[in-house]
Nanobody
Framework: QVQLVESGGGLVQAGGSLRLSCAASGRTFSRRGMGWFRQAPGKEREFVATISWNGAITNYADSVKGRFTISRNNANNTMYLQMNSLKPEDTAVYYC??????????????????WGQGTQVTVSS
């Protein structure tokens, strides 16, 4: 089992930066692909970024490519999302997720069996 807790959300002006963290419990974190997803009011949950078990492979949604960076530290069971040049359209609840299987970080939400409670990110214009 994996339990996930996000932190680092908040209110920021457009053009600003935030760093989200996802702390994981359990002994299998280092073997699982991980991902960040977000859901804005009235919209469906969408993929933001994913990372493979060893950090070697990352995927980004086109809307965040070049602005967001996903990373992980398996030594302390933590994943991060550095968000720069934030835009009002980035406003959403951000969720971290651990894949059900081991290895790569898939971009499909259905491949993730463990989810955090979410952290709110609000970008003002």
């Amino acid at each position: 089992q994996v339990q996930l807790v996000e932190s680092g959300g908040g209110l920021v002006q457009a053009g600003g930066s935030l760093r989200l963290s996802c702390a994981a419990s359990g002994r299998t974190f280092s073997r699982r692909g991980m991902g960040w997803f977000r859901q804005a009011p009235g919209k469906e949950r969408e993929f933001v970024a994913t990372i493979s078990w060893n950090g070697a492979i990352t995927n980004y949604a086109d809307s965040v490519k070049g602005r967001f960076t996903i990373s992980r530290n398996n030594a302390n069971n933590t994943m991060y999302l550095q968000m720069n040049s934030l835009k009002p359209e980035d406003t959403a609840v951000y969720y971290c997720a651990a894949s059900t299987g081991y290895g790569l970080g898939p971009i499909e939400a259905e491949e993730y069996g463990y989810w955090g409670q979410g952290t709110q990110v609000t970008v003002s214009s």
